[in-house]
């Protein structure tokens, strides 16, 4: 992945975690406590969970009153359509797909609907090494 496409979605502080998740053995729990501790604006989506440590957890993303400019997706590729339709919607810039989370179709729907794709990147080890972007 471009490291200056990633560096820019980086430098954006409204994110949304979609598959976040109170299971502190799970990368929606990582990825959530990860963009926080570096100080972002995040937003955990789950519909399956009321909050996370005290955080409420928005059951989609047409449910945040906030602008997002970055949405990480920590959810199967067969689960991910219906998030691309919403951050469509909302005017997401970019989507960044856990490994795993991928998929072509997916990253096809991104790229027709002008949101960024990010794949093939892990974004805990890119806040990890933030300064070499």
């Avoid at 990633?6 to 799970?26: D, E, H, M, R, Y």
């Avoid at 970055?70 to 856990?98: D, N």
Wanted: aromatic content about 12%.
């Amino acid at each position: 992945m471009n490291s200056e496409v990633i560096a820019s979605a980086l430098s954006f502080k409204n994110w949304a975690v979609v598959g976040a998740t109170p299971n502190k053995q799970k990368y929606g729990y990582m990825v959530y406590k990860k963009l926080k501790e570096k100080g972002y604006n995040v937003f955990a989506i789950n519909p399956l969970y009321d909050e996370i440590e005290d955080d409420k957890v928005y059951k989609t993303l047409l449910d945040l009153n906030q602008r997002i400019d970055c949405v990480s997706m920590v959810v199967s590729p067969k689960r991910g359509k219906l998030y691309i339709e919403q951050a469509t919607k909302i005017g997401v810039k970019y989507v960044w797909f856990q490994p795993g989370a991928e998929s072509s179709e997916l990253v096809e729907l991104c790229e027709k609907n002008s949101i960024v794709p990010i794949y093939n990147a892990c974004v805990l080890v890119a806040l990890n090494h933030k300064n070499n972007f």
